[in-house]
């Protein structure tokens, strides 16, 4: 079944201990990003990866950071979290050809004391 | 600065009425995305609008897009309690950065 998976699903941590977000996908996509999503903003884009080695920042990048060492896999890493950084957040993944509408993970549900 | 506005923010409608989502942009972009969000769940594509006069149907809606006004559309048909859910339009920023911008979303309640 082609997906787009996210671990973990939900994940409540204290304020400074680095955590990492993993997505992985089965479609071959060359593009991937990372979205927090908030109430009352809608989604916003942290950081966009087009292929592997290729990373750029999106709308919020601070205090986040990426990596795309395989094409399959894209972690979102947070060195030193704080509770601001407290949302849902989802992994998404498309081709790069002209019609890239993207296919979203579940999300994660992190919380930061 | 670059926005994508969705208006309304909120909207309840009864079972069997048409009415139309608007989303404004401020970017020059080709291309539009409308995807959907069911409570607590993730987002799945509706549609992809690529050029100017573009007009996609599935189902009870139908979106399409104007360039020239950066405004596309929405129109939910005869609505019925399924499509309750929110609905975000997305733009891709030209040039080829597919840095995208989404609205704040439109979250719809449909009444039976």
């Known amino acids: 079944e082609a997906q787009v998976t996210q671990n973990p699903r939900y994940l409540i941590t204290v304020t400074g201990k680095k955590l990492t977000v993993t997505c992985s996908q089965n479609?071959?996509?060359?593009?991937m990003s990372w979205y927090r999503q908030d109430p009352g903003l809608g989604l916003r884009q942290i950081y966009y990866?087009?292929?592997?080695?290729?990373?750029d920042k999106g709308d919020v990048p601070e205090g986040y950071k990426v990596s795309r060492k395989e094409k399959r896999n894209f972690p979102l890493i947070l060195e030193s979290p704080s509770p601001n950084q407290t949302s849902l957040y989802f992994c998404?993944?498309?081709?790069?050809?002209?019609?890239?509408?993207?296919?979203f993970g579940p999300g994660t549900r992190l919380t930061v004391l | 600065e670059l926005k994508v506005e969705q208006n309304p923010l909120f909207l309840s409608m009864q079972e069997g009425k048409n009415y139309t989502i608007y989303c404004n942009y401020s970017?020059?972009?080709?291309?539009l995305y409308w995807y959907r969000q069911d409570p607590g769940k993730s987002l799945e594509s509706l549609f992809v609008?690529?050029?100017?006069?573009a007009v996609k149907q599935e189902g009870r809606l139908m979106a399409s897009l104007d360039t020239k006004a950066r405004l596309s559309t929405l129109h939910i048909t005869a609505a019925v309690h399924d499509l309750s859910a929110t609905y975000f339009c997305?733009?891709?920023?030209?040039?080829?950065?597919?840095?995208?911008?989404f609205g704040t979303g439109t979250r719809l309640k449909v009444l039976a």
């Open positions: 990866s087009m292929n592997v080695e290729v990373t």
């Open positions: 609008l690529l050029s100017n006069g």
């Open positions: 997305a733009v891709d920023i030209t040039s080829g950065t597919y840095k995208y911008i």
């Open positions: 998404a993944s498309s081709r790069t050809s002209h019609y890239n509408e993207q296919f």
């Open positions: 970017t020059t972009s080709d291309r």
């Open positions: 479609m071959n996509h060359e593009y």
